[in-house]
């Protein structure tokens, strides 16, 4: 069977969750499956394969396919006027995977499937900027969700949604979990890190949905002097009120900002810091929780949407719209050392619940399902 694949989140220069969900999940697959031919598909009108896509295309039954245009034409194109198909593009195939919701059209009987990671864009609009709205909008999530023949999520959680949000039969959609992103191992940080001894750690894009603020406002409501707050992350969308709540902040001088950090240096992060706190709004799945875990870092997370699939009881749970409970919280676990140890110790064990071959496994086994009869 020959299966095309849409990489194009793969070639952004920051890669986030998804793109890290997109290499290692088809890192794995091609390991596995040497019988079914793969096309990957981008366009890219300068930005040459990176080293990741690179490495992908190595593998014998793996090709590039690449659309010489830049974005703009290509989805004006398949927002306008349904074209092109890019099934056409690529040469041809059984089967087309889309890993994430993208703008994108296939000529008829072009069997797909698509990854939903979540629907924050419909269950909490107000973290989504005009701009996100607009993509939405022009991207028609609903539309690519029914015609798909098959939906992945990465939490069972998001399949919830997705049932209850658009009444989909349940058989159509796979929850299929990814494995951790960030493993045990010393990490060389790639860029020089500005670190204080004993800090807590924030790590994400920076933006409404991830509840920065309330982290700030839980730290600032600590009586610690000692103890710093380092926010990991790329500018996102209203970054600027995170900063100016900060400055605003009694302890603006030991709240840190580091920009968008390389792996090996959220390895090192992760591994230094006395915990993660992450008390999202709403997540798909939520890698950072895991990978702190694998890195032998407590975690404190939001008791909400898929988060308590990825943590089980592996960390402390909150309610991310409690600043007083965030700040007990943090409170326990840089006071009581058995507490940590605990949580470091049931953090190992649950990263070992997930598993980018298993993960692999499972799709491979759902593509065999599709094959042409």
């Not at 890290?20 to 981008?42: G, M, P, S, W």
């Not at 990991?232 to 995170?242: C, D, E, F, P, Q």
Request: aromatic residues 12%.
């Amino acid at each position: 069977m020959v299966i095309g694949i849409d990489i194009r989140p793969l070639i952004e220069r920051q890669l986030t969750g998804v793109g890290y969900y997109i290499y290692e999940t088809l890192v794995n697959l091609f390991e596995l499956d040497r019988q079914n031919q793969y096309k990957l598909f981008y366009n890219s009108f300068k930005i040459p394969p990176s080293v990741l896509v690179e490495h992908l295309a190595k593998f014998n039954n793996v090709e590039l396919r690449v659309f010489k245009k830049p974005s703009k034409i290509l989805n004006f194109g398949l927002v306008f006027f349904n074209r092109p198909y890019l099934d056409k593009l690529i040469g041809g195939c059984d089967l087309f995977w889309f890993p994430n919701l993208n703008f994108w059209s296939v000529s008829p009987g072009c069997r797909t499937i698509i990854n939903v990671h979540d629907l924050s864009f419909k269950k909490l609009p107000w973290v989504c900027s005009g701009k996100m709205r607009l993509w939405h909008h022009l991207v028609r999530p609903e539309q690519k969700i029914r015609q798909a023949e098959k939906i992945f999520t990465i939490s069972q959680n998001t399949k919830n949604d997705l049932i209850t949000s658009y009444g989909l039969p349940v058989a159509k959609i796979e929850a299929v979990y990814p494995g951790p992103v960030a493993g045990p191992f010393s990490a060389i940080p790639t860029e020089p890190l500005p670190l204080p001894a004993n800090y807590l750690l924030y790590i994400g894009t920076l933006e409404p949905r991830k509840n920065i603020e309330g982290v700030i406002q839980a730290f600032a409501l600590l009586e610690r002097a000692d103890l710093h707050l380092v926010i990991a992350g790329a500018r996102g969308w209203l970054y600027k009120k995170i900063y100016s709540l900060a400055r605003q902040t009694k302890v603006s001088e030991r709240i840190i900002f580091l920009n968008y950090v390389s792996h090996a240096s959220r390895q090192y992060l992760y591994q230094n810091a006395r915990a993660l706190v992450w008390p999202s709004f709403y997540e798909g799945f939520g890698f950072p929780p895991l990978e702190a875990m694998a890195c032998g870092c407590p975690v404190i997370t939001s008791a909400n949407s898929s988060i308590p699939e990825a943590a089980g009881r592996a960390a402390l749970l909150v309610d991310p719209y409690n600043v007083n409970e965030i700040k007990e919280a943090i409170s326990l676990i840089i006071s009581d050392d058995r507490l940590r140890e605990s949580l470091v110790h049931q953090g190992y064990e649950q990263v070992k619940k997930f598993s980018w071959s298993k993960s692999a496994g499972e799709i491979k086994q759902i593509f065999d399902q599709l094959k042409p009869a």
